[in-house]
Structures are given as C-alpha cells and as structure tokens.
C-alpha cells in the first residue's frame, strides 16, 4: 500500500468553482508530444478540442528524439517479424492485441505523417531506413538525420495549426483531474502564470502527459518529464501499471558538469562501437549481438564495466565514420560533439547510460480508455501492452501516433452532457493547513532524483529498494500535506507520489526482467512474475 499521506490527499490545490475561471470544450487533450498532436487532430474532425501543454509546442520528448520510428517500410521485412522482434524484447509481458495493432498500422500513419509534410530522409526516392538494436531488420525511418523527432511534432503542429477547432494553450500547468462521485472525469484543473488557477471543463478528456525521465538524476528527457500526469491520475483513481519498468538508454553524452544528451542507439547499428576507459571493446563479452544488444542488456553491460574499470564513463568509437557523411547523417549529434572540442575523426565520445522512458503507466484498453469514465491515455503515460517489461527501440513514436489516433476518435464520438449539469460545474474542495514543518522543495528534488538513481536505478537490490520507499515517504510526511501555489512545488509532490510507486513495484517485483534488474533475484521466475502490477489509490 501508498503512504497514507499520499491516499488522503486527492486534490493538490483548493478548488472553488465561484471563484475560479473556468472554460468549456468537448475534447481537452493535456499534452503536447506526438501522441497528444495526433490525438488533438483525430478528435477534432468530429468536435471542438482544447490542447493544453505545460511548456510550449516544442517541450517534449517527441521533438528531441533522434533515434527515429520503426515500422515495415521495405519488402524484405514483414508485420511478423517486427511482432516478433517486440515481443522478444518485451520478455513475456506484452500485449500480443496490443502489438499487433501498433505494428500493422505504422505504414498508414507514417504515408500521412508525409503526406501532412513531414520530410523523412530518401535514397534514390525510397525511405531510407536503418537498423537498430534488438530489430532483425533495418526498419527505422529518420527525419532530417537525428531529428526525427522534431521532424515529426513539426508536421503535427502545422497540422493543428491548419485546423480550426483545436485551440492550443501553451504554458499550462495542468495540477488535477475533477472527478465526480460516480468515477467519471469532467475536465481538469491548472495554472497559468498570467490569469492564474483556470478549470476546463470537458466532456472527455485525454491524457498525454508523457514520461518522468526527471525523477532520476540522469537522464535524456527534457525539465518537464517530472510524471505529473501518473501522478494526477494516481489522485483521481486511475489503475497505474508496470511502475517498476523505466528504460535507461545506453549512450549519453559524458561531460562533467553538462547535461545529459542522447547519442541515438543509431550511431552503433550503423558501425560505432563501444570501448571502455582502457580503449578495449568489450560488449561482445555480455551478449552474441554485442553493440546490437537490446537497451537493457547495453546498459548493465556498461555499467559493469564502469565499475569494474573504476570509470564513470565508457567511450563511443566512430572514428572509422565519414567524417563529412557523419555531419549530414547525424547534425545534431555532430553539433554537439563540436560543442564539446570532440572531433570524431579523432577523439572517442565519453558515454554512459541515462533514464530515458517510462514504460509503465495509465493502464487502458486497446481503445485507449482507462477506468475512469471520461478519461483516456497514449503515448508515454499510457501502459497499452505494447511494449511488457522493455520497449524495442524506436516503437515509442510509433506507439504515440497509433493510440494517438484511436483515443482521438473515441474521445471524440464518446461525448455526453455531463458538462453541461450546473451541479456539476459548482465545485468546492478546501484542504486543512498543515501545522507539520516545511521542507525546502527543491532540497527534496535534488535528493529525491539522486535517491532514484541510486536505489532504483539500472540494477536494484530488495534492501536499496526498502531504503528508497521508506526515506520517500518520510519526505512526503512533510511535503505532500503542504498547499503550494507555483509549478514546483506540485512538481515535487508528483515526483515523490511516482517515486513511491516506482520503488513499491520494484521492491515486489523479486525476479530479472527486461529493464527491471534485481542483482538478489537475477533470474527471470515466470512461475511467480510472468504478471503486471497495478496500483490505484483506495477510495474509501
């Protein structure tokens, strides 16, 4: 069971409807990455949406991913192949529903990415497609090189842009969902730093919050991934699954005292190796496809040999590349590198792994519904089935775009009058003053993200992972009875709910799978753990 602090505390802030702004809209979709895009676009051909994002358009993992998206493109690959090669990686816990619905209609959607003017990269007029990690088949389409990402989110964005009845409202920090009495959401409530606590009430709503990359102090993902929609949906009394599943991407760019950059996976399946601290190649000693090893497998391989070296990084070899034909293939990359005085040509890039995906999430359906009438969840924040307990690399976008378009259209054609109840609409929620002391919030953070990495990191041990529940719930003994009126402060409290979850999943989960490893249980035990985890807070 959550912490007691955690299962009293529904709303993060009072909430007075007489006192409150609040707008009205048929669709609200919270979040801004490919998968909140592609949703707003699907629900807006049969109603009026409102997209909410906490920063601006450009805020999300989406934009800054690199590696590209996986799907069959190429007459020598098959829809059975990229099953079977995300069901491997997924070590007994996928979805087969699930698998086979995101593989089988990644053609369609990535011809109307282009056909909507995303500009994927050619050779001689075909897709010009690349082999990654964990697939058995080149099959990962870019954009503009690494830029994938960007190259995608632009094309949604100009589409929403073009469509008349989505209206976009950029730095809003969604706090809460509303719930009624009867388990249905009606829209939610947020903060905009100009008009203050606004309620936006909704007939359905869809949550694309994305990850909590920021709960760890490593990681590739952008300020934002702080987890607040698990954690908003956790208060509402959503079902979270697999909490205990975050992949760590391999290769980060190492410069002490920099933040971490992803060097996209990309680089090793076209030709990079990696080498340790004394220059010897060593992934062929941890698996058969060595630097083509799924992420999990990369990880803990390097991470061994950092401690076994005594280093704290590793070293990315692609000095054998075209120098010139590395700075077209991969500009951001070699932007970067040029950043930091590395010449490829000649130095070796310092690497080490970072928390990069949270696999875990709001448990839906295949139609994208969760438990809780009303309410919808893609992409990231989403736990579909698709991906068990590891994501094949480059599935996420595809993901995205898929149940994207599937909660869009159900969100859309699912509305009713709930909205439209004046008893409804009138709300109030007063929270007691606490007479505990106040902890300083961002103390909390920096310790909370280190704690993360430390106990619930790429490999993990029962007592660590006690430690790590048992000294975050002191912090929320102190922090999550507080009311706070900025971002930060409810970032806080979001990021302590997530961690607890995080370390309660792990600590039970006492077997090795996927990204999940436990060094006093490292053996998958398909007898007691071939199962998801749920979570949800009590009610009563």
């Not at 949703?39 to 450009?58: F, H, P, Q, R």
């Not at 100009?158 to 009495?181: C, G, S």
Request: hydrophobic share 35%; glycine share 8%; charged share 25%.
């Amino acid at each position: 069971m959550s912490p007691k602090q955690t299962e009293d505390r529904r709303y993060l802030v009072p909430i007075d409807t007489a006192s409150t702004q609040q707008l009205f809209t048929d669709c609200l979709v919270i979040g801004a990455g490919v998968a909140g895009l592609r949703a707003a676009i699907e629900a807006a051909a049969n109603c009026d949406v409102t997209l909410v994002c906490k920063g601006s358009l450009s805020d999300s993992n989406t934009w800054q991913a690199q590696g590209g998206i996986a799907s069959v493109l190429h007459s020598d690959d098959s829809f059975k192949l990229h099953i079977d090669d995300t069901l491997r990686t997924g070590c007994g816990l996928c979805d087969d529903t699930a698998v086979g619905l995101v593989v089988r209609s990644g053609p369609e959607l990535i011809l109307q990415l282009i056909e909507w003017g995303a500009e994927f990269d050619k050779v001689d007029g075909r897709l010009d497609i690349t082999l990654e990690g964990g697939h058995s088949r080149a099959r990962i389409a870019h954009a503009h090189g690494d830029a994938t990402g960007r190259g995608i989110a632009e094309a949604l964005i100009r589409k929403v842009a073009e469509t008349p009845n989505i209206n976009v409202i950029e730095h809003f920090y969604t706090i809460d969902l509303i719930t009624d009495d009867d388990n249905e959401c009606g829209g939610a409530i947020g903060y905009r730093s100009q008009t203050g606590f606004e309620i936006i009430w909704a007939a359905n709503t869809i949550m694309a919050t994305g990850g909590g990359g920021r709960l760890y102090r490593e990681t590739t993902n952008p300020d934002e991934a702080t987890a607040d929609g698990l954690a908003m949906a956790y208060r509402a009394g959503a079902v979270l699954r697999d909490m205990e599943f975050v992949q760590f991407h391999p290769t980060t760019l190492y410069i002490a005292g920099a933040s971490r950059a992803l060097i996209t996976e990309t680089l090793r399946g076209e030709g990079a190796v990696l080498l340790d601290c004394d220059h010897k190649r060593f992934m062929q000693a941890y698996d058969e496809a060595a630097e083509l090893a799924p992420r999990d497998i990369v990880s803990r391989s390097i991470l061994d040999r950092m401690l076994k070296t005594n280093s704290t990084h590793v070293y990315l070899d692609i000095r054998h590349f075209d120098k010139e034909h590395f700075k077209t293939r991969f500009p951001l990359i070699s932007e970067l590198c040029e950043s930091f005085d590395i010449d490829v040509s000649t130095d070796l890039i310092p690497v080490r792994p970072s928390a990069h995906y949270m696999i875990g999430g709001v448990k839906t359906d295949m139609e994208g519904r969760t438990n809780i009438t009303g309410l919808y969840a893609c992409g990231e924040a989403a736990s579909t089935g698709l991906h068990g307990a590891n994501r094949l690399g480059s599935n996420s976008l595809l993901e995205g775009l898929v149940f994207g378009r599937i909660t869009g259209a159900n969100a859309s054609t699912e509305q009713n009058s709930r909205i439209r109840q004046p008893a409804y609409r009138r709300m109030k929620c007063e929270i007691p003053v606490s007479d505990r002391s106040r902890l300083d919030a961002s103390d909390v953070c920096n310790s909370l993200r280190a704690l993360m990495w430390r106990n619930v990191g790429i490999t993990r041990k029962g007592q660590a992972l006690t430690e790590a529940r048992e000294i975050i719930e002191f912090w929320q003994r102190y922090v999550m009875d507080k009311v706070f009126d900025t971002p930060f402060g409810w970032e806080c409290q979001n990021m302590l709910t997530v961690s607890y979850l995080m370390a309660q999943s792990a600590e039970q989960r006492c077997e090795s799978r996927g990204v999940h490893y436990r060094v006093d249980f490292p053996e998958i035990d398909d007898a007691g753990f071939a199962r998801h985890f749920e979570l949800q807070r009590p009610t009563t």
